[in-house]
């Protein structure tokens, strides 16, 4: 199995900044895609970044210019730079990747816990 574990959430004033980190644990042998989404109290969760294993990002538009996403694969470790934080930023974070436990292994898809991010002043 392979864990995800995410921190570096909490509160913050709007127009201020965080960096949420998520760690993959556990018996990996390759991990692809990861990906923070986030999950509103009432709404559904929704993709904010993603970042492949070659390094290309994609951004939702709400976020594109304020956050930045970015991995360190020695580490097994992936992160997202939030400035200019917006109350509507506020929202569960989670972290999420696809990965595989060996090499004939199929590809699985894997979710942190997720860390509250809260934007108000």
């Known amino acids: 199995q392979v864990q995800l574990v995410e921190s570096g959430g909490g509160l913050v004033q709007p127009g201020g900044s965080l960096r949420l980190s998520c760690a993959a644990s556990?018996?990996?042998?390759?991990?692809?895609?990861m990906a923070w989404y986030r999950q509103a109290p009432g709404k559904e969760r929704e993709v904010v970044a993603a970042i492949t294993s070659g390094g290309s990002t994609n951004y939702a538009d709400s976020v594109k210019g304020r956050f930045t996403i970015s991995r360190e694969h020695a580490k097994n470790t992936m992160y997202m730079q939030m400035n200019s934080l917006k109350p509507e930023d506020t929202a569960v974070y989670y972290c999420n990747a696809e990965g595989r436990t060996g090499w004939a292994a199929p590809m699985d898809y894997y979710w942190g816990q997720g860390t509250q991010v809260t934007v108000s002043s």
């Open positions: 556990g018996s990996i042998f390759s991990i692809d895609a």
